[in-house]
């Protein structure tokens, strides 16, 4: 294959590769701060950058062009955030599943690399199982559990904090304005069960919040910690995970 990413093929290429397989990722991503420091298209990105490179090491599954809005309204108070209502995300995954599906894909993947789009995939998904039969499944940062629990040191790292700063240092290093890394003022409930984070273990409750409330720049978590070598284990990991997904469900 020239390209894994449908965008790059022509429409007899993609014929052609239908014949052996069947599943397409779509990722799925924002555009919305990031602090200080980092891209505000930081979840698309990731989502697509990760996507291509499991589907080139697994070469059974194509990724189709990524959905660059997300749900980001919590994160509306700071300049250059564009948010879609969970409606509208909801409808375009839906709608480019099925126009996937008609021809001839039988397994989607969302790759999503932005945690506030999950309610709306999540539904998407449903109503794609109910309605086609097809195998819908979600990645939201879901595959490398393990790796979280042992290298991401600071409590309520959410965003744009260790973790996204040290991928973003692996896989975009000239995009990191490094002299704006420090650690945010936060200001969370005061409620023990509510929690927030990539790795916080339960018990705990969700809730609705507003970044400009609880975060003075937009951070959540301490991108102090970051490291470009724990981006690149993280990368490793999440692109070894997503090609053994892809691998089963091409078998499937
Ligand atoms: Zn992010």
Same mark, same amino acid.
């Given at each position: 294959?020239?390209?894994y =990413? $449908?965008?790059?093929?022509?429409?007899?290429?993609? @014929?052609?590769?239908?014949?052996?397989?069947?599943?397409?990722?779509i990722?799925?991503?924002?555009?919305?701060?990031h602090?200080?420091?980092?891209?505000? +298209?930081?979840? *698309? =990105? +990731?989502?697509?950058?990760?996507?291509?490179k499991?589907?080139?090491?697994a070469?059974?599954a194509?990724?189709?062009?990524?959905?660059?809005?997300?749900?980001?309204? #919590? #994160?509306?108070?700071?300049?250059?955030?564009?948010?879609?209502?969970?409606?509208? $995300?909801?409808?375009?995954?839906?709608e480019?599943?099925?126009?996937?599906?008609k021809?001839?894909?039988?397994?989607?993947?969302?790759e999503n /690399?932005? /945690?506030?789009?999950?309610?709306?995939? @999540?539904?998407?998904?449903?109503?794609?199982?109910?309605?086609?039969?097809?195998?819908?499944?979600?990645?939201?940062v879901?595959?490398?559990? +393990?790796?979280?629990?042992?290298?991401?040191?600071?409590?309520?790292? *959410?965003?744009?904090?260790?973790?996204?700063?040290?991928?973003?240092? *692996?896989?975009r290093?000239?995009?990191?304005?490094?002299?704006?890394?420090?650690?945010?003022k936060?200001? $969370?409930?005061?409620?023990?069960?509510?929690?927030?984070?990539?790795?916080?273990?339960?018990?705990?409750?969700?809730?609705?919040?507003?970044?400009?409330?609880?975060?003075?720049?937009?951070?959540?978590?301490?991108p102090?910690?970051?490291?470009?070598? %724990?981006?690149? %284990?993280?990368?490793?990991?999440?692109?070894?995970?997503?090609?053994?997904?892809?691998?089963?469900? +091409?078998?499937?």
């Amino acid at each position: 294959m020239k390209s894994y =990413y $449908l965008g790059e093929l022509t429409w007899q290429e993609v @014929e052609e590769f239908l014949k052996t397989h069947d599943t397409v990722i779509i990722p799925a991503g924002s555009c919305e701060q990031h602090g200080p420091h980092l891209p505000l +298209d930081t979840d *698309a =990105y +990731d989502a697509f950058w990760l996507s291509l490179k499991a589907a080139e090491k697994a070469r059974c599954a194509l990724v189709a062009p990524p959905i660059y809005y997300g749900v980001s309204i #919590h #994160h509306m108070g700071f300049p250059g955030t564009v948010t879609l209502s969970p409606q509208t $995300l909801e409808q375009m995954a839906y709608e480019v599943s099925v126009c996937l599906i008609k021809h001839g894909f039988k397994k989607i993947l969302f790759e999503n /690399g932005h /945690g506030g789009n999950t309610p709306a995939l @999540e539904s998407a998904a449903q109503r794609v199982k109910a309605e086609t039969g097809a195998f819908v499944a979600i990645d939201s940062v879901s595959l490398i559990p +393990d790796f979280l629990e042992k290298f991401i040191e600071t409590p309520y790292d *959410a965003h744009a904090g260790e973790f996204e700063t040290s991928t973003t240092l *692996a896989n975009r290093e000239n995009f990191v304005v490094k002299e704006k890394i420090r650690k945010p003022k936060l200001t $969370l409930p005061k409620l023990k069960y509510a929690k927030i984070g990539l790795k916080e273990a339960g018990p705990k409750v969700s809730w609705a919040f507003m970044t400009r409330e609880i975060s003075d720049t937009g951070v959540i978590g301490d991108p102090t910690k970051a490291s470009r070598e %724990k981006g690149e %284990k993280a990368w490793r990991l999440a692109i070894e995970r997503l090609a053994d997904l892809l691998k089963q469900l +091409d078998e499937m």
